[in-house]
């Protein structure tokens, strides 16, 4: 049993003591401090069960209220689990991988929380971190396409971080900055496709571009689609969440798959 968990163990140990905790750490820390100061308290943003399709369970903790919903963010978890490189050689390609690994599992507690609380700096949180979430996704394809540029990667995700004043101008704001976000990615991933990708590369951004689609249409349309019986336990809010981690782990592919290649063609 000792040699069954000592494996485990030794990997937590070497996966998390790196220089990418310290800036997903550092950067969480920074946007909570920000949330619990009140700057963003003029947000307009929905708290409440009544915003879910999902039918609340008496009796159960606040943890789990809606089971469905709150469970899934475990995905994210798994997620980032199965993508923390493990042992052999590092380098800056294996940097970009960790931190989008721990950005995937700090996500899906952050999700949890929101739905746990019902607060409003909960759901703010939730919001905020989702920007900075798809930027990494363009410093990829930047470092991809010019090579290690940590000035250029910090500012993107700065001003990635900054676009969420956005939700204070307007009601809609988030939702203007998330489909920027949106857009900038799939132009860079089409850009990089044609530039180092091959038949499997594209079927993956495809698939992935199809989940991006189910994840904001199916949230969108989590109330109406409730109607139906497919949708009155695992809702439309669920089904979101599952394309969610399947466009993050499409990334994961076509990011892991494109760095390979260029490594070869070198």
Known sequence: MERLWAGPARALRVQLD????????????????????????GVHIDVGYEHYAEPTMPGFPAALAMPANCLVNLAYVLLGWYWLPSG??????????????????????VQWGRLWTQHQWAAVLDQWV??????????????????????????????SLATY??????????????AGHIFIV?????????????????????????SC????????W???????????????HFWSKICDVLQFHCAFLFFT????QQLKSQ
């Open 18 to 41: 790196r220089e990418p905790l310290v800036h997903i750490a550092g950067a969480l820390v920074l946007c909570v401090g920000a949330v619990t100061s009140g700057i963003f308290d």
């Open 88 to 109: 052999g050689k590092k380098g800056q390609a294996h940097y970009f991988q960790e931190v989008f690994a721990l950005m995937a599992l700090a996500y899906g507690p």
């Open 130 to 159: 989702t920007l900075p979430i798809f930027a990494w996704a363009i410093v990829w394809c930047n470092f991809l396409e010019h090579g290690w540029l940590p000035g250029t990667f910090l500012a993107i995700e700065t001003t």
């Open 165 to 178: 004043l956005l939700a204070l101008l307007h009601p809609q704001g988030f939702e203007l900055a998330l």
């Open 186 to 210: 799939l132009w860079k991933a089409v850009k990089l496709q044609r530039r180092l990708g091959n038949a499997t590369t594209a079927w993956i951004m495809a698939l992935g571009m199809v």
């Open 213 to 220: 689609l189910g994840f904001v249409s199916l949230k969108l």
């Open 222 to 236: 989590d109330q109406k689609l409730a109607q139906w019986m497919l949708f009155r336990r695992l809702t439309g």
């Open 257 to 260: 798959r494109l760095g390979r």
